[in-house]
């Protein structure tokens, strides 16, 4: 079960810089006391520390703005009277500079630490949503072992247009995966509302088939709220019940399971019907109602005994290309791993498919399955 992120704590709000920035204060002061020391004779060297206070800015709070200000001006008095220019004109006006940048610098510290602690809470909220939405998936559920991998295209945005859910039912194991169409705020809207009809429907629809055209309904009143004739979602069902060697999967217009075994790897193969939300189209018979609408073929039966993993995933994997243009050869590669066991699997795509691709142009979604 997903745990609630703890308050962040004082030393998380402090914004963290490169470690050579925050080095840079200390290598400015070494820098004039290297300068007044090569040319005692000339005009004291203390105007270099005008731009101490900025500095600091960038990598520290404003009490330490405010301390480096004094020190800066501290230092800038001591070198100019030993060099007998205390009051000078100029060096009146080094000091002043110095004080407009320790007032800048110190306000710019405030506000970078002000921005920082907002954007922190912001994104505390943000994973607590997306734990919400697309919760972790369990490491068991009923008889299966189960490991799963999301990558949004975008990082920062935490959620992106693929799903996936793993629940315990009365009817077994149900798993769903997904990939919407579109990307963005409104692809996170339609995430968000496949996942909250599946949570609803899966503990009570007995038939698979049944649940699917659910979920279908579902994206179709999306659709018809948000005046989008083209939202549909691509989709894979699946039931397990503990005990057994088989599963029933129910394929939607998704990319087509691998069935990974000690003999090799092979694409399941089950009948496709038209993704969630596009079920009314090219349908014979629908316009028809009740008794007289032909029936939605059922699910493909497919085996899985132990040592076999069934392996979920989205075209963000299948679809990612190297410098040349080539997709992934996502069979090839796995063949080569060597293993089954759906962590390792997981852990292997995870790594892998970033170094084959780079930065991902599409949202990646990995489920694998295996009879416990």
Same mark, same amino acid.
């Given at each position: 079960?997903?745990?609630?992120?703890?308050?962040?704590?004082? !030393?998380?709000?402090?914004?963290?810089?490169?470690?050579?920035?925050?080095?840079?204060?200390?290598?400015?002061?070494?820098?004039?006391?290297? !300068?007044?020391?090569?040319?005692p004779d000339a005009v004291a060297a203390?105007?270099?520390?005008?731009?101490?206070?900025v500095v600091v800015a960038f990598s520290y709070g404003p009490v330490l703005t405010a301390g480096a200000t004094a020190g800066a001006l501290g230092l800038q008095l001591a070198l100019a009277g030993r060099a007998g220019h205390l009051y000078e004109q100029h060096h009146v006006w080094v000091y002043?500079?110095?004080?407009?940048?320790?007032?800048?610098?110190?306000?710019?510290?405030?506000?970078?630490?002000?921005?920082?602690?907002?954007l922190l809470r912001t994104r505390t909220v943000a994973e607590t949503l997306q734990r919400t939405v697309l919760r972790p998936v369990p490491e068991r559920a009923g008889?299966?072992?189960?490991?799963?991998?999301?990558?949004?295209?975008?990082?920062?945005a935490l959620i992106g247009g693929d799903l996936y859910e793993?629940?315990?039912?009365?009817?077994?194991v149900r798993v769903l995966l997904g990939d919407v169409r579109g990307k963005g705020l409104g692809a996170v809207r339609t995430v968000a509302d496949v996942l909250g009809a599946f949570r609803a429907t899966a503990h009570d629809t007995a038939d698979l088939v049944e649940l699917a055209e659910q979920l279908d309904r579902a994206v179709l009143r999306d659709a018809a709220d948000r005046g989008d004739d083209e939202l549909f979602v691509t989709a894979v069902l699946l039931q397990y019940r503990s005990g057994s060697n088989e599963v029933e999967i129910v394929n939607r217009g998704h990319v087509t399971p691998l069935?990974?075994?000690?003999?090799?790897?092979?694409?399941?193969?089950?009948?496709?019907?038209?993704?969630?939300?596009?079920?009314?189209?090219?349908?014979?018979?629908?316009?028809?109602?009740? !008794?007289?609408?032909?029936?939605?073929?059922?699910?493909?039966?497919?085996?899985?005994?132990?040592?076999?993993?069934?392996?979920?995933?989205?075209?963000?994997?299948?679809?990612?290309?190297?410098?040349?243009?080539?997709?992934?050869?996502?069979?090839?590669?796995?063949?080569?791993?060597?293993?089954?066991?759906?962590?390792?699997?997981?852990?292997f795509l995870a790594q892998d498919v970033h170094a084959y691709a780079g930065l991902?142009?599409?949202?990646? !979604?990995?489920?694998a399955l295996t009879p416990a």
């Open positions: 079960m997903p745990t609630a992120p703890r308050p962040p704590d004082r !030393a998380a709000v402090e914004p963290s810089a490169p470690r050579w920035v925050a080095w840079l204060p200390v290598l400015l002061v070494l820098l004039d006391l290297v !300068a007044e020391a090569v040319v203390g105007f270099l520390l005008t731009a101490l206070p002043i500079s110095t004080l407009l940048a320790g007032v800048m610098g110190t306000a710019l510290s405030w506000q970078r630490t002000r921005q920082h602690r907002t008889g299966l072992r189960v490991a799963g991998l999301y990558r949004p295209s975008q990082a920062e793993v629940c315990d039912t009365p009817f077994g069935l990974l075994a000690d003999r090799g790897i092979a694409p399941v193969h089950c009948p496709f019907d038209l993704p969630l939300g596009l079920g009314h189209l090219n349908r014979p018979g629908a316009a028809l109602s009740g !008794a007289d609408r032909p029936a939605r073929p059922g699910p493909s039966t497919v085996p899985l005994a132990p040592g076999q993993t069934l392996l979920l995933y989205t075209d963000g994997v299948s679809e990612a290309r190297d410098a040349s243009g080539a997709f992934y050869p996502l069979a090839h590669r796995l063949a080569a791993l060597g293993t089954t066991a759906p962590d390792r699997l997981v852990s991902l142009a599409d949202d990646l !979604a990995v489920l």
